[in-house]
T-cell receptor
């Protein structure tokens, strides 16, 4: 099956620093990738849709300048949390669209901002 | 906004028992999918059922879809401790591939 690799799996950073999370499709080309945020025991909240070669489409309420998304190739999308604050602490998950309308998910990144 | 609503929110059963989770949604869909998430991990696709299908099986999984009631159920038969996870339904409202809308999930605990 298709594999999506996401890293780091866990990051702890100081308030005010920026954190980059990578999402790679390992064995298929993903023109579209999705970034989600998940709070404990909650569902996934779609943050943005990342399109290769074009600007990401952000969901309402998601700050574009805060969560920078770059999808420079068909196999890589990155999410950068800029000037992170404790309220940005969360579980971030990426996914990529594969064949047959399924989504393939990365293993997630637990971000803790001190 | 979340379209799918799973119930129950949490389910605790013994190994060998069957587990049934339900999902309701509000708008028309192209397909409905079920995903599983182990704690602190990404989601894994389990099964997809299209709007013109009523039932689908995959191993110990059985999914039903009732478009008139806008609801779906996921049945896991002969549950195992390894089935312990959160289960999410996700609806796809558009033709072809598009953004899925996830429900809030059911946390399933299977005790040995």
């Amino acid at each position: 099956g298709a594999v999506v690799s996401q890293h780091p799996s866990r990051v702890i950073c100081k308030s005010g620093t920026s954190v980059k999370i990578e999402c790679r499709s390992l064995d298929f080309q993903a023109t579209t990738m999705f970034w989600y945020r998940q709070f404990p025991k909650q569902s996934l909240m779609l943050m943005a849709t990342s399109n290769e070669g074009s600007k990401a489409t952000y969901e309402q309420g998601v700050e574009k300048d805060k969560f920078l998304i770059n999808h420079a190739s068909l196999t890589l999308s990155t999410l950068t949390v800029t000037s992170a604050h404790p309220e940005d602490s969360s579980f971030y998950i990426c996914s990529a669209s594969g064949r047959n309308e399924k989504l393939f998910f990365g293993s997630g990144t637990q971000l803790s901002v001190l | 906004s979340q379209q799918g609503e799973e119930d129950p929110q949490a389910l605790s059963i013994q190994e060998g028992e069957n587990a049934t989770m339900n999902c309701s949604y509000k708008t028309s869909i192209n397909n409905l999918q079920w995903y599983r998430q182990n704690s602190g991990r990404g989601l894994v696709h389990l099964i997809l059922i299209r709007s013109n299908e009523r039932e689908k099986h995959s191993g110990r999984l059985r999914v039903t879809l009732d478009t008139s009631k806008k609801s779906s159920s996921l049945l896991i038969t002969a549950s195992r401790a390894a089935d312990t996870a959160s289960y999410f339904c996700a609806t796809d409202a558009n033709s072809g591939y598009s953004t899925l809308t996830f429900g809030k999930g059911t946390m399933l605990l299977v005790s040995p």
